[in-house]
């Protein structure tokens, strides 16, 4: 058993996948239309064949609560594994993406979190 798809609940589709191509650098994998939404996916560029990232629309009630809840409690939503978090701080930070924890290390893992700009806190994370 692996890990097929996993969800991201975002406030705009397109903002998202933006955000998520243009400056985090997923591609895109899937983009159909379902109404006045899409079925949009994106996956790793390293692995393109790998685990797929729906961004799905956050209209069902309890996701405001829901993504409110982890936002103000400072937990991310989501955890991507970079190379090296120090240089993805630097990368993404001048490209104006806003943190909400500058790296730390904690033993054997470094952390950092950042705000998608949709809604969500993410986490990257290297080590371990």
């Known amino acids: 058993m692996r890990i097929h798809l996993t969800s991201a609940f975002v406030d705009d589709q397109e903002e998202a996948l933006r955000f998520y191509t243009e400056v985090l650098g997923f591609v895109k ?5 379902l109404g006045e939404d ?3 996916t994106v ?3 390293e692995d393109p064949g790998g685990t797929e990232l729906l961004l799905e629309p956050s209209r069902h009630p309890a996701v405001a609560a829901y ?3 982890l936002a103000e409690d400072g937990i991310p939503a989501l955890s991507f ?3 090296d978090v120090h240089a993805e701080f630097d990368r993404l930070r001048g490209l104006g993406v806003r943190f909400t924890q500058e790296p730390l290390e904690m033993g054997r893992v470094t952390t950092a979190v950042l705000d998608d700009t949709c809604g969500n806190l993410v986490q ?3 080590g371990a």
């Open 38 to 40: 899409r079925w949009l």
């Open 29 to 33: 994998k899937h983009d159909v239309p």
């Open 81 to 83: 594994a970079v190379d």
């Open 124 to 126: 990257i994370v290297h």
């Open 43 to 45: 996956v790793s560029a």
């Open 67 to 69: 993504k409110a809840g």
